[in-house]
């Protein structure tokens, strides 16, 4: 007899969030997950289609709102959640600088009806030790590096964008409600993420699209920010690994030490796409267009990821080159993910974010 444990994943139909889902029940054969998800521009059940038909009678999806008390109060009714792992949140920084206030409502008030409802279901269940609120963020808090240094776990909040104070925000209230009324929370901050199910809003997705439909490419400001890179299945396995045995109260940086500026990562997937659509050398290159840069715009982040390696024993499996070629491989077969992921919406987005560059 195996022991079932229900987890209540939040987000799950987002990129790093159905990633998850589908490496989770691969891996956790004790696992149900409950999916509770808005399907906003950003969630897409279409990338939950393709879990194999022995996983599915173990996931559960919510349509729902996690700013919804009533219905966070039915499902910890419902369900005695071993823990609670919350990605939903509104994510895309250029988004955030066009239109903060749903960050706020989503990052932060979601975050905080999120948390007041797994405190109460906690307490009525008598305080269980082992139960964990993992909140997932974004290395994004600790601001903007120079050339040299990373961000460790002590490093000092100082957001930049909208998305990123949103995000700090949410990791003080997580910190809080874990003073405050002792709830066991652990934190992960973590670098950029990359790899399939990701909206072609960010820019490697976007990128790969553009390049397909040989459209301009386009970079922002000199294109010399650097990123740290992490395929999305090594932050997954991260998660798992902190969720299940890290310290409450603790947070974990998680990152892939891959620095790579914006500049090279893009003319590596022109280099990439050029050989695998049989084009001529240098034929995606020519469409590189220079636009004006995002304000506020981060120049460097790097993670220091020390701590889970050393306490958790965790190290990323993919290499950045290995894994940008999956991905790349990934959405030429995935194109139909793409288009259906695609709407309107997308299409005005593109137009607003763009088109005045
Ligand atoms: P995403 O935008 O792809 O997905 C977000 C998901 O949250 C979507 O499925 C959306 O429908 C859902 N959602 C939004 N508002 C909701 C609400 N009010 N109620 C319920 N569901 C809601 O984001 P992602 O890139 O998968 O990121 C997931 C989490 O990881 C976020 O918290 C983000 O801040 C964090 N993160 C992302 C990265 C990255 O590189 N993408 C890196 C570090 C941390
Ligand atoms: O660091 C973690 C963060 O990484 C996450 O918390 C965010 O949710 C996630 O969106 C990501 O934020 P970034 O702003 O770093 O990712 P994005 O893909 O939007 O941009 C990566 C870099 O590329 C950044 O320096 C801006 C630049 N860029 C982006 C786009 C969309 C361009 O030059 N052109 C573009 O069209």
């Known amino acids: 007899m195996i022991n079932t444990e229900t987890i209540l ?32 521009y950003a969630g897409n059940l279409i990338s939950l289609a393709t879990l194999p038909v022995e996983h599915r009678s173990r ?8 700013r919804n008390t009533d219905l966070l109060a039915r499902l910890f009714q419902q369900h005695a959640f071993a823990g609670v792992i919350h990605f939903a949140a509104e994510s895309h920084v250029d988004r955030s600088i066009r239109g903060p206030q749903v960050f706020v409502d989503t990052n932060v008030g979601g975050t905080c009806t999120l948390l007041q409802a797994s405190l109460d279901a906690w307490q009525e269940r008598g305080r269980p030790a082992d139960f964990r609120f993992h909140h997932v963020s974004t290395d994004e808090v600790y601001g903007s590096l120079g050339l040299t240094g990373a961000f460790t ?46 909206f072609p809003e960010k820019l490697i997705p976007l990128m ?23 395929y999305v299945l090594d932050h997954c396995s991260a998660l798992l ?27 590596q997937l022109c280099k990439i796409m050029d050989k695998k659509l049989g084009r001529t050398a240098g034929a995606s290159e020519s469409l590189i267009a220079f636009v004006t840069d995002r304000p506020g715009h981060d120049f460097r982040y790097a993670i220091d990821a020390a701590k889970i390696k050393e306490e958790l024993d965790w190290q990323p499996q993919y290499s950045f080159a290995e894994a940008l070629r999956n991905t790349v491989d990934w959405y030429l077969a995935n194109m139909a993910w793409v288009d259906s992921v695609r709407s309107g919406t997308y299409r005005q987005w593109l137009e607003l974010n763009y088109d005045k560059r």
């Open 9 to 40: 994943v939040t987000g799950g139909a987002g990129f790093i969030g159905a990633n998850f889902i589908h490496f989770a029940l691969k891996n956790r054969p004790n696992w149900q997950i409950v999916n509770l998800d808005l399907l906003t």
């Open 59 to 66: 996931h559960t999806f919510v349509h729902g709102d996690i």
């Open 153 to 198: 776990e002590q490093s000092p909040y100082d957001p930049s964008s909208p998305y990123s104070a949103s995000k700090a925000a949410s990791d003080h209230f997580v910190r809080a409600y874990g003073r405050t009324y002792d709830l066991p929370f652990v934190i992960t901050n973590c670098s950029n993420n990359f790899g399939p199910y990701q």
């Open 208 to 230: 790969i699209c553009n390049i397909l439909a040989e459209k301009p490419l386009p970079v922002y400001g000199n294109g010399e920010n650097i990123r740290d890179w992490l």
């Open 241 to 267: 690994r902190v969720f299940e045995k890290g310290t409450a109260g603790q947070t974990y940086n998680i990152g892939g030490g891959t620095e790579q500026s914006n500049i090279d990562i893009v003319r």
